[in-house]
Nanobody
Framework: QVQLVESGGGLVQAGGSLRLSCAATGRTSNIYSMGWFRQAPGKEREFVATITWSGGGTYYADSVKGRFTISRDDAKSTVYLQMNSLKPEDTAVYYC????????????WGQGTQVTVSS
């Protein structure tokens, strides 16, 4: 099992920055990749960014490309999401997730952290 705990959410003005963290514990050797998703009120959860654990390859949703950066710290088993130039439409609960293989869906999820961007 893998446990994920997010932190770093909060309230920020449009144009500001926040950095989210997701610490993984448990059988972290099983992790193939980790990702960030978000869910705004009344909307479906959507993909934000992902990073593979071994090669560090990254992939972003078009809506955040150029503004958000995903990174990892292997020693701390932690993944980060640096969010710059935030917009009110970035307001959502942000979830960290992990998967064991490229063939599987994300099977491990954190509890979520609220990000609110005021205009």
């Amino acid at each position: 099992q893998v446990q994920l705990v997010e932190s770093g959410g909060g309230l920020v003005q449009a144009g500001g920055s926040l950095r989210l963290s997701c610490a993984a514990t448990g059988r972290t050797s099983n992790i193939y990749s980790m990702g960030w998703f978000r869910q705004a009120p009344g909307k479906e959860r959507e993909f934000v960014a992902t990073i593979t654990w071994s090669g560090g390859g990254t992939y972003y949703a078009d809506s955040v490309k150029g503004r958000f950066t995903i990174s990892r710290d292997d020693a701390k088993s932690t993944v980060y999401l640096q969010m710059n130039s935030l917009k009110p439409e970035d307001t959502a609960v942000y979830y960290c997730a992990a998967k064991r293989s490229s063939l599987y869906d994300y099977g491990y999820w954190g509890q979520g952290t609220q990000v609110t961007v005021s205009s």
